[in-house]
């Protein structure tokens, strides 16, 4: 037990060092210009939050959305409140876990009210009426928690990205007309699926004609790094992280713990 307690004692030491003397390296470590480096899920719990400050302390990033459903909400809004140095803040509607903020119906939940992903992440898109109603108020209501409590939102996305499902992709593209919100793009590039590329292709292409889109291009950490030195560079690109701070106290990325890696690296090889 004293050697797992001395290991984190190391780890959250680490940590702070590593903060202290990034911090003199920001600087010259600034993000390109033409990137839109997103941390997803602000707003999760605590650590996520935690993960996520340090992250635009240390300048990783430059855009987060922040999740209005979960337990962490009320002390993300302090934090973005409390410290200047958090911008660009999006929602991060979520249909896939955390209770609704609304009477929603019991076909998408599981026996605890909670949003239940196996149901909403099959949702077709031939919905009725009052179901896609349900839903479009349930994303307006999850934007406008934000919204009252005096946080500046930019833009919209989801939490794993149902919001580009063809279910979905109006209902969220008409909230973010209604809030004058920018709309994250699905994934722009092919994954082996030309049925998946082009239908990709056609929702960001209706993003881009309301003139909604937050970005040119939207890929992984992974994808980018590979392809950046073939990609014009006028481009808007943006690129999604998961910081959190982990139980050994380090910062990580919570759902590949080398993408946060790779990014810091690229950053400092700029």
Known sequence: MAEASDHISENILKTRLDRFFARFLKYSMQLPGNIIANADDLGYDEFVNKGILQCFELGYINSTSLMTNMG??????????????????????????????????????????????????????????????????????????????????THVDSHLHLHTLPAFYKLFLAAAKQHKLKIRLAQTYNEGSYMKFYYRKYINNLFRKNNCNYSDRFETVERFLEYKSQRDQNLKVEVMLHPWISGSGLLEDHYDKDTLTRWITFLKNQ
């Open 72 to 153: 962490g909400f009320d002390e993300a809004v302090e934090l973005v409140h409390s410290n200047p140095v958090i911008g660009n803040v999006g929602v991060h509607v979520n249909l896939a876990e955390g209770k609704p903020l609304t009477g929603f119906k019991e076909d998408f939940l599981d026996s605890e009210g909670n949003f239940d992903v196996g149901k909403t992440n099959k949702v077709l898109i031939n919905l009725s009426a009052a179901v896609k109603s349900a839903f479009a108020k349930e994303i307006n209501a999850q934007i406008e928690k934000a919204l009252s409590k005096k946080v500046s939102i």
